[in-house]
C-alpha cells in the first residue's frame, strides 16, 4: 500500500530564505507527483506536477524535483515571502490515476 | 470563471439526519471525486466519477452515497449521518478521467459538523 510522508510537519522560516520541502514514498510505480498549497479555510491549489519520466518542473520561485528510485520529491521556494506561509501537501498519483496526499507541511514565512 | 462550486460552507446536522453537498463545475471536466480532511489523517478519497453516468468508491466510501447524472454536478449525500462523519468536505475535478493525470482543481469545502 502506497503510503506518502511529508517532513517536517511544520517549519517556520524568516523572510527572504531559501527552503526546501520534502515528500516521500513508498512504491515507486507512481504514474506522477503533485504538489499542492492549502491556506486556511481553503481549498487546494494544484502548484505543479511531475510526470512520472520527468525529473523536476518550475514555475516562478518554485521548483520540484522527483526521485522515483528513491521515492522522494522536495520543493524548493526560494527568497520565500510572508505570502508563501500555508500548508503544502505532495500526492503521488497511482497507475489507476488516483491520489494519495501526504499530511501536509505547515509554512510560516516571517517578515 | 467559477471552478469548482460547493455549497454550503458550512452545515451542523444532528446525528441521523441526512443532507446532500453539492458540487458543481463549469471546465467541462470528465472527472469529479469528493474528498474528506482530518487532522492527522490528511485528504482521503470517498466516491469518483470518470464521466456522467459512471460513480465508484474511493478509499473510505461507507455512509455516502454520489450520482452523477450531468457532467457538470457531482452531489455527496449522507444517508443517515453519524459523529464520524464530521469533517471538512472537498470536491475536486480534472480533465482527465484518470483524475489524477492532470492537475486537480479543488472547491473551497464544505465544514460539516454531526453532533
Known amino acids: 500500500k502506497q503510503e506518502v510522508t511529508q517532513i517536517p510537519a511544520a517549519l517556520s522560516v524568516p523572510e527572504g530564505e531559501n527552503l526546501v520541502l520534502n515528500c516521500s514514498f513508498t512504491d515507486s510505480a507512481i504514474y506522477n507527483l503533485q504538489w499542492f498549497r492549502q491556506d486556511p479555510g481553503k481549498g487546494l491549489t494544484s502548484l505543479l506536477l511531475i510526470q512520472s519520466s520527468q525529473r523536476e518542473q518550475t514555475s516562478g520561485r518554485l521548483n520540484a524535483s522527483l526521485d522515483k528510485s528513491s521515492g522522494r520529491s522536495t520543493l524548493y521556494i526560494a527568497a520565500s515571502q510572508p505570502g508563501d506561509s500555508a500548508t503544502y501537501l505532495c500526492?503521488?498519483?497511482?497507475?489507476?490515476?488516483?491520489?494519495?496526499f501526504g499530511q501536509g507541511t505547515e509554512l510560516s514565512v516571517k517578515p | 470563471n467559477a471552478g469548482v462550486t460547493q455549497t454550503p460552507k458550512f452545515q451542523v446536522l444532528k446525528t441521523g439526519q441526512s443532507m446532500t453537498l453539492q458540487c458543481a463545475q463549469d471546465m467541462n471536466h470528465e472527472y469529479m471525486s469528493w474528498y474528506r480532511q482530518d487532522p492527522g489523517m490528511g485528504l482521503r478519497l470517498i466516491h469518483y466519477?470518470?464521466?456522467?453516468?459512471?460513480?465508484d468508491q474511493g478509499e473510505v466510501p461507507n455512509g455516502y452515497n454520489v450520482s452523477r447524472s450531468t457532467t457538470e454536478d457531482f452531489p455527496l449525500r449522507l444517508l443517515s449521518a453519524a459523529p464520524s462523519q464530521t469533517s471538512v468536505y472537498f470536491c475536486?475535478?480534472?480533465?482527465?478521467?484518470?483524475?489524477?493525470?492532470?492537475?486537480?482543481?479543488f472547491g473551497s469545502g464544505t465544514q460539516l459538523s454531526v453532533l
Open positions: 500526492a503521488v498519483v497511482n497507475q489507476g490515476g488516483k491520489l494519495i
Open positions: 475536486a475535478s480534472s480533465y482527465s478521467r484518470t483524475g489524477g493525470s492532470k492537475k486537480l482543481f
Open positions: 466519477s470518470v464521466g456522467a453516468g459512471i460513480t
